[in-house]
């Protein structure tokens, strides 16, 4: 066993949520330790959609540029009937969202959000350790002892889990049942629009809404390259942790059933689809399922959501940076987290409890989905805009 180092804040996972935290509160001043199990950062992943509450914060963090060069940035959210092809309801974006919430709303592949992020991290002086495992820890009196699978024994004066759905950090914390499996299959690929015939490129995010199922498809990586998420109610596979499978073409087909000629040409035209089951939690219900003494929870760790509202990487974001705040003020660090986990539970557990409410919207049948489409068409923006949700959050630029 290594001698420990000194004390640090310890950072598990080097997903997007453990970066934008290691950078976010390297930022503050404070020293940071990040360890991911994985050998070398690699590309992962397909599309996110980060709202102006996410956006905004990368801004503050420098992240602005950086993201200007590899997002995209839609002009409108367009809703659309997975049957019949009819348009429900628009959003516009673009301007409008920079207008309305000071920030803009963009889409972007996972791998560029991960990539200016740890960009972000390294000109931050953030102490990276790839290779290591996290295996457990003892609170001793002068601070944490924090062990890897690896051997290796650090010193910390805080930990905090950001090591996914599946946190061995949560697991010793607060010793709950696994994620659960939600009964939807996610499809999931990436296809250059210069290899799309024109009528099916797109610049903007749409979404399809049928019976049992939803699809959703955005431009990444500046607008060359677009991103579809095809999610439909299926058995669990085998191997359910593995969010990277094959997805088979046919499978997928079968599960949607029925749908409208131009949105079947769109997934006819996908060469590949990757598959991973959705897992996620129940809402929050208190501060402490985010902190118990020198040890917080941050991102899917803590509140796995599932992807309806498009904002687990946004309350990951968001998390970050209450982190960084509450960390940099005076106090004991147990009740810097315990401020921190005050300040995020109950807005984790609101977005929670939207997205599950939205998958049942999205996937809604009979009378449910006619009250659907009307309420959008009558409704138009006022039903599909979310105040609530981009100005609100850290560095909120509305009330």
């Not at 509160?25 to 102006?52: D, M, N, T, Y």
Request: with cysteine; charged share 15%; proline share 5%.
């Amino acid at each position: 066993m290594k001698r420990p180092d000194r004390p640090q804040l310890l950072i598990a996972g080097g997903g997007i949520g453990g970066l934008a935290a290691a950078s976010a509160c390297a930022q503050q001043g404070l020293p940071v330790c990040l360890i991911e199990r994985a050998g070398q950062f690699s590309e992962v992943g397909a599309g996110i959609q980060l709202g102006p509450n996410a956006t905004r914060i990368l801004q503050r963090w420098g992240c602005g540029p950086a993201l200007d060069q590899v997002a995209a940035f839609p002009g409108q959210l367009l809703a659309r009937d997975a049957r019949t092809g009819q348009i429900l309801g628009r959003l516009r974006l673009g301007e409008r969202a920079r207008t309305r919430y000071g920030a803009p709303y963009a889409t972007v592949h996972r791998a560029d959000l991960q990539g200016l992020l740890l960009q972000a991290a390294h000109n931050s002086g953030v102490d990276m350790r790839l290779g290591q495992t996290l295996q457990g820890w003892d609170d001793a009196e002068q601070g944490l002892m924090v062990n890897t699978q690896e051997g290796s024994c650090l010193q910390a004066s805080a930990l905090v889990g950001a090591d996914g759905v599946w946190s061995t950090v949560r697991q010793q914390l607060l010793g709950d049942a696994p994620a659960r499996f939600t009964g939807h299959l996610a499809y999931r690929a990436l296809v250059a629009q210069a290899d799309l015939p024109a009528h099916l490129r797109s610049d903007e995010v749409t979404v399809w809404m049928g019976p049992r199922l939803h699809v959703v498809h955005y431009p990444v990586r500046s607008g060359q390259w677009l991103n579809l998420v095809a999610i439909v109610h299926g058995a669990q596979p085998d191997r359910r942790q593995d969010w990277d499978q094959a997805g088979h073409t046919p499978a997928l087909m079968q599960a949607l059933g029925a749908v409208c000629q131009d949105l079947h040409a769109r997934l006819a035209s996908v060469p590949a689809w990757r598959l991973w089951a959705l897992h996620d939690r129940v809402p929050l219900r208190a501060a402490h399922h985010m902190a118990q003494g020198r040890v917080a929870l941050l991102g899917d760790a803590a509140h796995p959501m599932r992807p309806y509202l498009a904002q687990g990487a946004g309350m990951a974001i968001e998390d970050a940076q209450a982190l960084a705040e509450c960390l940099s003020a005076r106090g004991p660090v147990a009740q810097q987290l315990q401020a921190y986990a005050a300040q995020r539970w109950a807005r984790n557990a609101r977005v929670q409890a939207r997205a599950l409410r939205n998958g049942r919207i999205f996937h809604a049948q009979g009378a449910l989905a006619l009250a659907r489409n009307l309420s959008m068409r009558l409704g138009g923006e006022r039903v599909m805009d979310l105040p609530w949700l981009y100005g609100a959050g850290p560095l909120s630029a509305i009330a």
